[in-house]
């Protein structure tokens, strides 16, 4: 049962333009959602997150939209760098203050120069 | 130096055999987890130790076991790999007081079982 999907695998996009990552989920008791970014040979790293009780969440040139009601998050990354292309990863954590975190599948980010 | 070092960094073992991979962090953190990452599976979870004394089943946890030999420290053995262990394994840590929630990574071990 994945409570946390990424039913894109990859994307590609041309440098310069928006990527759009979208992630929807399933359990309504998650309050606290967050994306990694993960290069080949390393491990993943904090990009970022977003609390239940907001709607979006900017830092730069990425941006997180929550909509609750769809259970869905989205990342967008404008422009988009070659730098960008990695693994994206979203993830979600439960309410009851467990510390643990649940992932999705990924998508891969490719920008294109 | 990396505040999250994993060891060894790339492992290849025959079905049967006992193998250890250890995680050590210098972050001070309390919480510490292994993962695994698989082809189109995501991260999931094997183990978690929100302390020393605090040791907990991922969903993932058969064929595996753990130990925190301390704060630092956090180390997953397989008793007996077998080729579906074949996988890259991510430690992490978080600090329980931070209110973010948010993990810190080591940077993986590729595990091959043949």
């Known amino acids: 049962d994945q409570q946390v999907k990424q039913n894109s695998p990859s994307l590609s996009v041309q440098e310069g333009r928006i990527s759009i990552l979208n992630c929807d989920y399933t359990n309504s008791m998650f309050d606290y959602f967050l994306w990694y970014k993960k290069y080949p040979a390393e491990g993943p790293t904090f990009l970022i997150s977003?609390?239940?009780?907001?709607d979006k969440n900017e830092d730069g040139r990425f941006t997180v939209f929550l909509n609750k009601s769809a259970k869905h998050l989205s990342l967008h990354i404008v422009p988009s760098q070659p730098g960008d292309s990695a693994v994206y990863f979203c993830?979600?954590?439960?309410?009851?203050?467990?510390?643990?975190?649940?992932f999705g599948q990924g998508t891969t980010l490719q920008v294109k120069p | 130096d990396a505040d999250v070092t994993q060891t060894p960094r790339n492992r290849i073992t025959k079905t049967g055999k006992r193998i250890m991979l250890e995680c050590s962090q210098t972050?001070?953190?309390?919480?510490m987890y292994w993962y695994r990452q698989d082809p189109g599976l995501g991260l999931r979870l094997i183990y978690y130790s929100f302390d020393v004394k605090d040791i907990n089943k991922g969903e993932i946890s058969d064929g595996y076991s753990v130990s925190r030999q301390a704060q630092a420290k956090f180390s997953l053995s397989l008793e007996s790999a077998i080729p579906n262990q074949t996988a890259l394994y991510f430690c992490?840590?978080?600090?329980?007081?931070?209110?973010?929630?948010?993990?810190?990574f080591g940077p993986g071990t590729r595990l091959t079982v043949t």
């Open positions: 993830a979600a954590r439960h309410s009851s203050n467990t510390g643990k975190l649940i």
């Open positions: 972050k001070g953190h309390d919480r």
């Open positions: 992490a840590t978080s600090d329980s007081t931070s209110g973010d929630y948010e993990q810190y």
């Open positions: 977003i609390s239940s009780i907001k």
